[in-house]
Every structure is written in C-alpha cells, then in structure tokens.
C-alpha cells in the first residue's frame, strides 16, 4: 500500500524545513502539500467589514498560496520528488486534521510554528494542536 504524507506549507522557515524533511524521508510516499487561507487573519483587520476589502484580501492571499505552492513544487523538482498541491480555505490546525482524514492520509509533517511573536501565544501553536487532534502520527520539525 502506497503511502500518503501531508506537509502543511506556509511561508514560515520551519514549513520549508518540513517540506525539506519530508521529501528526504518519505520521497517514496505521495506528497501532499497542504496551503491554507486562514480568514482569521482578514478579521485582525479594522477594514475588513468593508465588503471591497475582503474580497481584496482574499484574492491577495488566494495569489499568495498559489505563489508559496509554486515554491513548494520547484523545492520537490530540485529534489526530485513529485508532489500534489492542495490550496484551502480554513483556520490552520483544524483544515491540517480535518484533510488528513478526508483524504486518507498516513502521517503529518509540520514545521515548529509559522507565527511568532505575540500572535503565537495569543492564538496558539498550530504544530500543537495538529498533534493533540491528529488521527495519524505527526512528525514536528523544527
């Protein structure tokens, strides 16, 4: 049986070192590279009960995940791994378990954290709850 490893991408350092770490140790798997819009972050600002702004936003961070996948990709092509793409829309730790379990995933791997700063302790460490909630094994890099 084929397996199905999920790396939760964003644009954080410790994603990369996950992409990284996965496409060594499980380049035989299928890859799945996971990018998620988080509407959270349109809510931290002011103008986003302007209804312009928020689809501003969205298209903005819509281009933004398309771009970080592109990067993904070429991160796998120069490592000589194929990869799939999955660009979502959610609130991070919950979308991570959610598509694991929708999609018949065998493992998890995430970076440390993205955020920093006041908004990690504020909302959390995503790595965190990915691995209290996950229905498989979650390899955390850091």
Not at 23 to 29: K, T
Not at 100 to 121: F, P
Request: with cysteine; hydrophobic share 40%.
């Amino acid at each position: 049986m084929e397996r199905r490893v999920l790396v939760a991408y964003d644009d954080s350092e410790q994603s990369t070192e996950a992409l990284e770490f996965a496409l060594r140790e499980f380049g035989d798997a299928t890859l799945v590279v996971l990018t998620i819009v988080d509407p959270g972050e349109a809510n931290s600002r002011r103008a986003f009960s302007m209804p312009t702004f928020a689809s501003e936003w969205y298209e903005e961070a819509r281009e933004d995940a398309e771009a970080r996948l592109g990067e993904a990709t070429e991160l796998a092509t120069a490592a000589g791994v194929e990869v799939e793409t999955e660009l979502v829309v959610g609130r991070p730790s919950k979308t991570i378990v959610e598509y694991a379990r929708e999609h018949d995933c065998d493992h998890i791997v995430t970076g440390s954290h993205g955020r920093s700063g006041v908004s990690r302790i504020l909302l959390g460490s995503v790595a965190e709850t990915v691995v209290r909630r996950s229905p498989v094994p979650v390899t955390v890099v850091r």
